[in-house]
């Protein structure tokens, strides 16, 4: 098993509709979670971390399942601008140093 | 804040050339990475670097090599290119190593013919 997983899409959505995406991660003793936007060509950045209680920012909520050993994104109400590759890192125990998802990709139509 | 500044954007070398990709920042942290992105793929680590004097060895770290004589610049030494090094590389700052953001550069578009 892959140490992070993502679906790597595309996800195809009308603009207004609620779209979820999941990362899996292997490694049990991982300690903090985020989620990066990267636009086409563009670099990675942080759209916004995980906490463990599950955090909301505007129409964007993470949460975080340690049982299951994944992490969600979702967008309610997405917007033709949130269209980009969604790549979600997660830092293991050992090195502290994130490991990235292949990302996954969203494309909002009209 | 110019934030992390990467030289040059774009480069196409011969097989077998080298050079230096730059990569610098001004928040002063303490922390700086290289990655590599392939089409489709996820950033894979390099190399890394916790302070002035110290890197060590990422994910991927064959064909390159790093140095850290300031906090500020973090260059990546390609010796020898290969069409396999043919990516897009990032490089980038955090202020902690555990639990922080990470701040990108633009990137180096290269191509290996």
């Known amino acids: 098993r892959k140490e992070v997983e993502q679906d790597p899409g595309p996800f195809n959505v009308p603009e207004g509709a609620t779209v979820a995406f999941n990362c899996t991660y292997s490694?049990?003793?991982?300690?903090?979670f985020f989620w990066y936007r990267q636009d086409c060509r563009k670099e990675p950045k942080l759209l916004m971390s995980?906490?463990?209680s599950g955090n909301e920012d505007g129409r964007f909520t993470a949460q975080l399942n340690r049982a299951s050993q994944y992490i969600s994104l979702l967008i309610r109400d997405s917007k033709l601008s949130d269209s980009a590759t969604y790549l979600c890192?997660?830092?293991?125990?050992?090195?502290?140093?994130?490991?990235f998802g292949r990302g996954t990709s969203l494309i909002v139509h009209p | 804040n110019a934030g992390v500044t990467q030289t040059p954007k774009f480069r196409i070398l011969k097989i077998g050339q080298s050079m230096t990709l730059q990569c610098a920042q001004d928040?002063?942290?303490?922390?700086m990475y290289w990655y590599r992105q392939d089409p489709g793929m996820g950033l894979k680590l390099i190399y890394y670097?916790?302070?002035?004097?110290?890197?060590d060895k990422g994910e991927v770290p064959n064909g390159y090599n790093v140095s850290r004589s300031t906090t500020e610049d973090f260059p990546l030494r390609l010796e020898l290119a290969a069409p396999s090094q043919t990516s897009v590389y990032f490089c980038?700052?955090?202020?902690?190593?555990?639990?922080?953001?990470?701040?990108f550069g633009p990137g180096t578009r290269l191509t290996v013919l």
């Open positions: 980038a700052s955090s202020a902690r190593l555990a639990g922080d953001e990470q701040f």
């Open positions: 490694n049990s003793a991982s300690q903090s």
């Open positions: 995980v906490y463990s």
């Open positions: 890192a997660v830092e293991s125990g050992g090195s502290y140093i994130p490991t």
């Open positions: 928040m002063n942290h303490n922390y």
């Open positions: 670097s916790v302070g002035a004097g110290i890197t």
